[in-house]
């Protein structure tokens, strides 16, 4: 089978024990993640070949990262080296009425200072059938945007499919440009388009017609089809767009599901009810992982491909940590409508 490139930022994430706060905490608990490494550490672990590109310093940390990635069976051979040092993120988990924080700490990073021209893209792309991206890689410097448009034209002309989670983080967008005047270019080389109702809204100005997603802790997956068909025609080599959906009741308790759009079909998965949420960071990553095994490994079938998708991500809540290290065999298992969460033995 050929493989599957990802492209992004790995970082270091400390996390309070439990759920303190940032001011009770006296010691940090270490994970390793990103939005693209996420995907790839699910991909990888669902049997697929995957290599994660990136750039790393060339010091003990970023060889712990490094090692995270190799741990997690992901290619590791086209990352980079380079830059002053690994990005850094403080998570302070939330619960119940109380939402978590993201604090971010990573100027000058080895991917904050990539450059177009320092990945040999002919070469990564050898053997490749897939490329995936986030609007995380373009938000981190104007290198980054400028490589992330490189490698995605590359892949267009070697007529490898390419997906993007358009994933808008306004604490990133700090370098001078808006989201609005770089992901347009960006997301015009994709055919698969992931996304809410607030990426779409936040780098394009498309909105949902017919719902208010302000109010309720409920969605209704029929009214997000105008969001496809704005993405379709402002995108034309778009050929499913796919949105995610989460009410969220508390931030212990949410409700998950998605809807896939092709073009001619709306196609509604299941809703899961996630009542005791674990860790959520890498819930949207862990979705875009099983969409692409799903699109890869059932190419005729979209609305298998997204229950794959959705039943993946449901159980990411399930596991600490930025990754989902959830088995196929327990995802096809929730996917037949085991979650029952018996112990196994």
């Not at 992901?74 to 830059?83: A, C, E, K, S």
């Not at 450059?115 to 890689?137: L, N, P, S, Y």
């Not at 015009?188 to 309720?216: M, Q, R, S, Y």
């Amino acid at each position: 089978m050929k493989k599957i490139v990802t492209f992004g930022e790995i970082m270091l994430r400390l996390t309070p024990p439990g759920f303190q706060r940032f001011s009770q905490a006296n010691h940090f608990d270490v994970v390793y993640g990103g939005g693209e490494s996420n995907v790839a550490v699910s991909l990888a672990n669902y049997g697929l070949p995957v290599e994660f590109v990136t750039r790393l310093p060339d010091n003990d940390i970023g060889e712990c990262a490094l090692m995270e990635m190799r741990k997690r069976n992901v290619g590791t051979q086209y990352i980079l080296r380079g830059g002053e040092r690994l990005g850094i993120y403080f998570l302070e988990m939330g619960a119940v009425a109380r939402g978590s924080k993201v604090v971010y700490d990573r100027a000058h990073s080895g991917m904050a200072s990539i450059q177009a021209g320092m990945a040999d893209w002919d070469e990564v792309f050898k053997d490749a059938q897939w490329f995936h991206w986030t609007g995380i890689t373009p938000a981190i410097s104007q290198g980054a945007a400028d490589a992330t448009l490189e490698a995605i034209q590359a892949a267009n002309k070697l007529g490898i499919t390419v997906s993007t989670d358009l994933n808008y983080r306004k604490n990133l967008w700090k370098y001078g440009k808006k989201s609005s005047e770089v992901m347009p270019e960006l997301v015009a080389g994709c055919d698969i388009i992931l996304g809410n109702e607030e990426d779409a809204e936040k780098h394009f100005d498309i909105h949902p017609e017919g719902v208010d997603v302000t109010k309720g802790d409920t969605v209704e997956a029929e009214a997000y089809i105008s969001v496809g068909r704005q993405l379709m025609k402002q995108f034309p080599k778009c050929k499913k767009a796919i949105i995610t959906l989460r009410g969220s009741i508390s931030a212990s308790h949410n409700s998950w599901t998605g809807v896939l759009y092709n073009g001619e079909r709306l196609f509604t998965a299941p809703t899961y009810q996630i009542t005791h949420i674990v860790d959520r960071v890498g819930g949207g990553d862990s979705f875009m992982g099983g969409l692409i095994y799903g699109l890869v490994n059932y190419p005729d079938d979209d609305q298998k491909a997204l229950n794959f998708a959705v039943a993946a991500s449901c159980l990411k809540h399930t596991i600490y940590g930025d990754a989902n290290l959830a088995t196929l065999a327990e995802v096809e298992n929730l996917m037949k409508g085991d979650s029952s969460g018996r112990v196994s033995r």
